[in-house]
């Protein structure tokens, strides 16, 4: 089974960016559907973005959206980002990269936690002044 691991999380100040790190030494990360999500104590996890097999389909939620992209890296770089502008200190808790689904198909990405079979540890970003 894929596995994934993320890096690049931290502490930050509202305002400020990150680039979340999503990596696999098993295949080619972006030729697989791949989805960040974020969860907080006490709540569900969150869909965050997704991007369908070899980036036909992009998509993000609406609290993050015109702030975060999700991105793959160029040929040299086996992996899919997650990049973050204008922090706020909602945005605060442990980021969590999922890949799989079916590669055929790729003119659509799922935002459910379902979807995605394989699960990195998770990295945690907090936003605080």
């Not at 960016?17 to 080619?28: D, I």
Request: hydrophobic residues 30%; glycine residues 12%.
């Amino acid at each position: 089974q894929l596995q994934v691991v993320e890096s690049g999380g931290g502490s930050v100040q509202p305002g400020e960016s990150l680039r979340l790190s999503c990596t696999t030494s098993q295949g080619w990360l972006a030729t697989y559907h791949v989805a960040w999500f974020r969860q907080v104590p006490g709540k569900d996890r969150e869909a965050v973005a997704c991007r369908s097999s070899n980036g036909g389909a992009r998509n993000v939620a609406d609290s993050v959206k015109g702030r975060f992209s999700i991105i793959a890296g160029d040929n040299t770089n086996n992996a899919v980002y997650l990049r973050m502008t204008d922090l706020k200190p909602e945005d605060t808790g442990v980021y969590f990269c999922a890949a799989g689904g079916d590669r055929t198909i790729t003119k659509y990405c799922s935002m459910s936690p379902t979807a995605y079979r394989s699960w990195g540890p998770g990295t945690q970003v907090t936003v605080a002044s």
